[in-house]
């Protein structure tokens, strides 16, 4: 039997896991009859349009409970498979006990980091790391998935009940044919960075790289995302050091706004996938990312962009000096870029593997809920 699939999330604020849901969900509803998103919006944005796939927005844990108990027990009695989140997911086996589970973690989490998760008894968002995590449910769990190699590989060795791990890579909707450069005419060179302005996403390194001497004259930083934490204390940071930066905001238009720039570069060392990357990409911009988390697994270290040393200022600093001084390069690494994108990195095959997973899914009989 084909399974009824619902996804559920809860967003705190814009970012790239949210398109990343809802392109899911529209692509896996081009390959499954039933998909259902429970969309729960605690001060983010509301969910994009994802036809076919049906969107129920709640705002509240009653809503939620509700809404998702209703979804996960069909009048029919087919089969449905939750694909939830580690926010989400030790509330989703509670209420959805006839469902199976499959969390989707989207970072890669260490044994001391301090996730945000839903008591699943009460609705509050609460603070716990992998290891106190409500185990006793979620080891009724038949499968995780981690958004990347790096992400899986952290799962297997800090979660201590995830029974089987697999990696699925977000897919990425990319333009259909290379959009026009709006790159201004300028000698420096253009540089932009997409993450919300929170500490574990270390702007401040790249700030100070380009306030070097050998580079602040030569190339502008201009960073896109919802204002964080640490806003006020980059903005200092850049005014102090005179730095070539501007925070631009979020941008609703991120891939046009993507073509007037030269490279895309990043710095954080926890990332779970890095769909910026791949962003760029679609726009044939090649991208300059640390050794670190799963940004290596996106980009290949002189073909579709580069890799730097995170522990080694010098070196980011070096690499930003390379793309200044071999323009050309940078435009073939971006055709490459794109081509890998086009490739590996498509919403379609996200979705394919998707499917086999939850099509492997069988109903969990109710007293293994218990």
């Not at 996106?298 to 793309?323: C, E, F, K, N, S």
């Amino acid at each position: 039997m084909i399974p009824h699939v619902v996804l559920t999330w809860v967003t705190t604020a814009r970012g790239g896991a949210e398109n990343s849901v809802v392109e899911l969900a529209g692509n896996l509803a081009r390959l499954v009859p039933d998909v259902d998103v429970v969309w729960w919006r605690q001060g983010g944005p509301t969910a994009g349009p994802c036809t076919p796939a049906r969107v129920h927005e709640v705002t509240d844990w009653d809503g939620y409970r509700a809404t998702l108990a209703r979804l996960s027990a069909p009048a029919n009695g087919d089969p449905v498979v939750v694909v939830s989140s580690h926010r989400t997911a030790a509330a989703d086996v509670l209420l959805a006990p006839r469902a199976r589970v499959i969390p989707v973690v989207r970072h890669v989490v260490n044994a001391d980091q301090v996730l945000r998760v839903i008591d699943p008894f009460d609705g509050t968002m609460v603070e716990r790391t992998i290891g106190t995590l409500p185990w006793e449910l979620l080891e009724a769990v038949p499968a995780w998935v981690g958004i990347s190699h790096a992400s899986s590989a952290a799962l297997r060795t800090h979660a201590p009940k995830a029974r089987y791990v697999t990696t699925i890579h977000n897919g990425v909707a990319i333009p259909a044919t290379v959009p026009a450069r709006t790159r201004p005419a300028t000698g420096r060179l253009l540089v932009t960075a997409v993450a919300r302005t929170v500490p574990w996403k270390r702007i401040d390194h790249l700030v100070r790289a380009v306030a070097d001497p050998r580079l602040s004259t030569a190339v502008r930083l201009d960073v896109y995302g919802e204002p964080g934490s640490h806003q006020p204390d980059l903005e200092a940071l850049a005014r102090a050091l005179a730095a070539p930066v501007r925070f631009m905001g979020y941008a609703d238009d991120l891939p046009a706004r993507l073509t007037g720039y030269d490279l895309l570069a990043t710095a954080s060392t926890q990332e779970g996938f890095g769909r910026a990357a791949i962003d760029a990409a679609g726009a044939a911009i090649p991208a300059l990312v640390p050794d670190a988390g799963a940004s290596p697994e996106l980009v290949i270290d002189g073909l579709t962009g580069m890799v730097y040393d995170p522990d080694d200022p010098g070196d980011l600093v070096a690499a930003l000096t390379d793309a200044l001084l071999d323009r050309g390069k940078l435009t073939e690494m971006g055709r490459a870029a794109r081509a890998l994108a086009e490739a590996w990195y498509t919403p379609g095959r996200c979705a394919a593997q998707y499917l086999t997973l939850v099509m492997g899914q069988q109903p969990r009989p109710l007293a293994a809920a218990r």
